[in-house]
């Protein structure tokens, strides 16, 4: 930086010999389908690629063709919450974490979490993330999942 720009910035040890120093690392994007269109974009340690491939994937079930601007909007605001939920606890630079992508930007997952979206309620921020790894299932049409039981055995 320009000593003279007046700017003040905090000082750091990164040199013009670590940016000379700097290699990319060539990886495979991130891809998912939206509405029979092939949606790539960049990994991880991005979050880009699979927190839009997640929204997307969010809304894919979902006929917003004839949607007013109200719910259009409403839908997308609440597939991104969820899409931001889910990055903030899972995302992370993959050199470090292990980065659950695939399933992050599985159908099967977004179908899971698509149904916490209702159109006559606002999720509150910041929403909650879920176990990509282990979906829970969504009662089809109802807004809420289903809850895993067990059958239990009443005492003797």
């Not at 809304?59 to 063709?65: G, H, I, M, N």
Request: hydrophobic residues 30%; positive net charge; aromatic residues 6%.
């Amino acid at each position: 930086m320009d000593p003279d720009s007046g700017w003040n910035a905090r000082p750091g040890d990164l040199t013009a010999e670590d940016l000379a120093a700097y290699r990319t690392k060539a990886q495979r994007p991130t891809t998912t389908s939206y509405r029979g269109l092939d949606v790539h974009s960049v990994a991880p340690s991005s979050s880009g690629g699979t927190t839009v491939g997640e929204a997307l994937n969010l809304l894919e079930r979902t006929d917003l063709s004839g949607a007013s601007q109200e719910r259009y909007l409403h839908r997308l605001v609440e597939a991104s919450r969820i899409a931001f939920a889910d990055r903030g606890r899972w995302v992370g630079d993959p050199a470090f974490e292990d980065v659950p992508t695939r399933e992050l930007l599985s159908q099967r997952y977004a179908d899971s979490r698509a149904c916490l979206i209702r159109d006559d309620a606002a999720l509150t921020s910041p929403s909650r993330p879920a176990t990509p790894a282990t979906p829970s299932p969504a009662a089809p049409g109802t807004g809420r999942h289903r809850r895993r039981t067990r059958a239990r055995t009443p005492p003797i």
